[in-house]
C-alpha cells in the first residue's frame, strides 16, 4: 500500500507561485506513474502532470511553461512548483500513483490540498 500526503497549498493571487509537496511512503522510482490532478470547482479532475515509468514527464496544455513537476527519491518526495498562477488554476490539487502488483495496476490517491489563486 501507498501512502500519499499533499502539503504546499494555499492562497496566492495572479501571477504569484506556490509550491506542493507529495510525501509518499515508497520510493518514487519504485511507482509506474506519480503526479498531480487537480479539480476546480464545478470541473470534472484533470491530470496536470505526471512522470510515466519511462521518465517520461507530461504536462496538461493549460500549465506548460508555468509549472514544473519533479521528485527526491531521497525523501520520497514529489513536487510541482507552480510559477505565474491564474484563477483558473483555482482547485483542489491531488497527489496520485500507480503501483505494479504483479500484473495489476493499484491507483492510490492522497487526500487533496486546495489552491486559490485571486485575481
Known amino acids: 500500500q501507498v501512502h500519499l500526503v499533499e502539503s504546499g497549498g494555499g492562497e496566492v493571487q495572479a501571477g504569484g507561485s506556490l509550491g506542493l509537496s507529495c510525501a509518499a511512503s515508497?520510493?518514487?522510482?519504485?511507482?509506474?506513474?506519480v503526479g498531480w490532478y487537480r479539480q476546480g470547482p464545478g470541473q470534472e479532475r484533470q491530470l496536470v502532470a505526471d512522470?510515466?515509468?519511462?521518465?517520461?514527464?507530461r504536462y496538461h496544455d493549460s500549465v506548460k511553461g508555468r509549472f514544473i513537476l519533479s521528485g527526491d527519491n531521497a525523501k520520497n518526495t514529489l513536487y510541482l512548483q507552480m510559477n505565474n498562477l491564474k484563477p483558473e488554476d483555482t482547485a483542489d490539487y491531488y497527489c496520485y500513483a500507480v503501483q505494479r502488483i504483479t500484473s495489476w495496476n493499484v491507483e492510490y490517491w492522497g487526500p487533496g490540498t486546495q489552491v486559490t489563486v485571486s485575481s
Open positions: 515508497v520510493t518514487i522510482s519504485s511507482l509506474k506513474n
Open positions: 512522470i510515466l515509468g519511462d521518465g517520461i514527464i
